[in-house]
């Protein structure tokens, strides 16, 4: 069994009342677009009427009429605000749908430690720094299938397992877990993430946002790290 630290490289989503006081309750708990429309009719209706009816020896006063003028503005203002920002959900829902698609039959390297083996399974990891690593992969009971010892450097590697246990007994195929625990030349703790490497079977697209479906497991694309080339699989365990 070989641990192969060369890594690919990285290739590079309430309708108003009919008084003022009412309406202005109304449009301050309304929070969709129709129950603003709603408002803003009602608005300019009450706004109209008030003019049709005031007192011809105690008009309106020009503050407040420029007042209600701004109000009126504002409404408009925001309901156009709107229908844009809806327009913008959709371009996005859509922009997302199509990177998606992308991945559909690429291999990919995704943030995780459960991969699906199936005749090989292959996992990455990453160190800070060089360290002693021992490699653990459990099955999905959590009994230890495989464990080994390796000298790795700082950066990427990349582990293929082949299916032998430690004791030379092939494992069935199953999702199983890899732990990767680290210790540095003068014996403290190195942290090593982990990552899961396979094909994008599909894309659900009835998802916000959408899920790449890799061996039965379903990631975000925000998930994904690296393409990886076809040909550039790291060493297999052996026996």
């Known amino acids: 069994m070989s641990v192969d630290a060369s890594m690919p490289s990285t290739v590079t989503s309430a309708a108003a009342s009919s008084s003022s006081s009412s309406s202005s309750s109304s449009s301050s708990s309304s929070s969709s677009t129709g129950g603003l429309a709603d408002n803003f009719q009602t608005f300019l209706t009450l706004l109209t009427t008030q003019l049709q009816n005031q007192n011809p020896l105690d008009p309106l006063d ?27 959900v959709t371009i996005e829902k859509s922009a997302q749908s199509t990177q998606a698609l992308v991945f559909v039959g690429q291999t990919v390297a995704v943030d995780g430690s459960t991969a699906h083996f199936d005749g090989s399974a292959t996992w990455n990891f990453i160190s800070p720094s060089d360290a002693n690593a021992t490699i653990t992969i459990s099955d999905k009971t959590g009994q230890t299938a495989y464990t080994g010892n390796f000298n790795i450097s700082s950066g990427n590697a990349s582990f293929v397992w082949d299916g032998k246990g430690t004791d030379g007994t092939t494992w069935p195929a199953g999702d199983y877990k890899m732990t990767v625990t680290g210790k540095d030349s003068n014996g403290k703790t190195v942290a090593i993430s982990t990552e899961v490497q396979g094909v994008v079977d599909s894309v659900d697209l009835t998802q916000s946002p959408p899920l790449l479906s890799i061996s039965g497991q379903n990631y975000t694309t925000d998930k994904v790290k690296r393409i990886v080339a076809p040909n550039s699989t790291a060493g297999t365990s052996g026996s």
């Open 62 to 88: 020009t503050n407040q009429f420029t007042a209600q003028l701004v109000q009126f503005a504002q409404v408009e203002q925001q309901l156009k605000t709107n229908d844009q920002l809806t327009s913008l």
